[in-house]
T-cell receptor, first 110, second 115 residues
Framework: KQEVTQIPAALSVPEGENLVLNCSFT??????LQWFRQDPGKGLTSLLLIQSSQREQTSGRLNASLDKSSGRSTLYIAASQPGDSATYLC?????????FGKGTRLSVIA | ETGVTQTPRHLVMGMTNKKSLKCEQH?????MYWYKQSAKKPLELMFV???????ENNSVPSRFSPECPNSSHLFLHLHTLQPEDSALYLCASSPHPGALNTEAFFGQGTRLTVV
């Protein structure tokens, strides 16, 4: 059974810092890994999708990497801003639909 | 705006009530999903529909009854719920379930409170 773990559970950083969020999964037989952002009480916004054959994807200040063989992904956020404050969720899909981690709650302090 | 719309956004219901959650997508996707998000727990998959046929039911109690009348609409019918069913219910859609390069899009969710 696929399990997804995200570390740290919460993170607080000053504005302008670069930061890394970590995601690990137990079954490397995945099709895709997707990073989402969730604001309090809201739905999920898709940030990046990485196919199993890809190593990384970039969108603006976000860069996500995937090491499928070791079951790891990282989300790198450059020059963090207060507007980046949210919960970031990692999810993997394979023969089963998306399986989620519990998320990392990020606070960027102005 | 993700292209997936859920109504209502908030719902308070008694344990003896019957209500329905609605989800609509205009992305031309073939798969739709219901997820439950409770405090301090990962999102839990409840139901998956592919081309209007239910393909997965993750041991969800029968007091939750899904319906998918067409590929654009998904409902979750609720009856005789318990207070522990209070949660954020999220609908999602994707081009296909379990396929390469299939990106999922989520609605804003329905915050359900059972009193």
């Amino acid at each position: 059974k696929q399990e997804v773990t995200q570390i740290p559970a919460a993170l607080s950083v000053p504005e302008g810092e670069n930061l890394v969020l970590n995601c690990s999964f137990t079954d490397s037989a995945i099709y895709n890994l997707q990073w989402f952002r969730q604001d309090p009480g809201k739905g999920l916004t898709s940030l990046l999708l990485i196919q199993s054959s890809q190593r990384e994807q970039t969108s603006g200040r976000l860069n996500a990497s995937l090491d499928k063989s070791s079951g790891r992904s990282t989300l790198y956020i450059a020059a963090s801003q207060p507007g980046d404050s949210a919960t970031y969720l990692c999810a993997v899909s394979g023969n089963t639909p998306l399986v989620f981690g519990k998320g990392t709650r990020l606070s960027v302090i102005a | 705006e993700t292209g997936v719309t859920q109504t209502p956004r908030h719902l308070v219901m008694g344990m003896t009530n019957k209500k329905s959650l609605k989800c609509e997508q205009h992305l031309g996707h073939n798969a739709m999903y219901w997820y439950k998000q409770s405090a301090k727990k990962p999102l839990e998959l409840m139901f998956v529909y592919s081309l209007e046929e239910r393909v997965e039911n993750n041991s969800v109690p029968s007091r939750f009854s899904p319906e998918c009348p067409n590929s654009s609409h998904l409902f979750l019918h609720l009856h005789t719920l318990q207070p522990e069913d209070s949660a954020l219910y999220l609908c999602a859609s994707s081009p296909h379930p379990g396929a390469l390069n299939t990106e999922a899009f989520f609605g804003q969710g329905t915050r359900l409170t059972v009193v």
